[in-house]
Nanobody
């Protein structure tokens, strides 16, 4: 079963930056073959979509709460999805997951994605 592997989480002070990465554990199923997304889930909150990208990676969208601060990029040649997070706020603290699906892209519903990573913790302190 194909899985995604995230890295780059950790602790940062408010206002700081962090970059998350996501790649596949399979050599036959690659990032380029899937619509990719970043989700996050904070304690006692529902999982929400943070960024959505296409198979080509030419376009990406981020949710309003992170617009201007977060950028998602999908580098198919590297088989990697990134999430650059700047000006981090305490409310950005969560477990961040990358997810993939085939078919239509830019879908913000987590249950539409069938390939997931294990998640990486992002902690933002004041």
């Amino acid at each position: 079963q194909v899985q995604l592997v995230e890295s780059g989480g950790g602790s940062v002070q408010a206002g700081g930056s962090m970059k998350l990465s996501c790649t596949t554990s399979s050599k036959t199923t690659t990032i380029s073959s899937m619509c990719m997304a970043w989700f996050r889930q904070a304690p006692v909150k529902e999982r929400e979509a943070v960024a959505l990208t296409s198979t080509s990676g030419e376009r990406s969208f981020v949710t309003d709460s992170v617009k201007g601060r977060f950028t998602a990029s999908k580098v198919n040649a590297e088989n990697t999805l990134y999430l650059q997070m700047n000006a981090l706020k305490p409310e950005d603290a969560a477990i961040y997951y990358c997810a993939g699906k085939r078919g239509h892209c830019y879908i913000p519903r987590d249950y539409d994605y069938d390939t997931w990573g294990q998640g990486t913790q992002v902690t933002v302190s004041l």
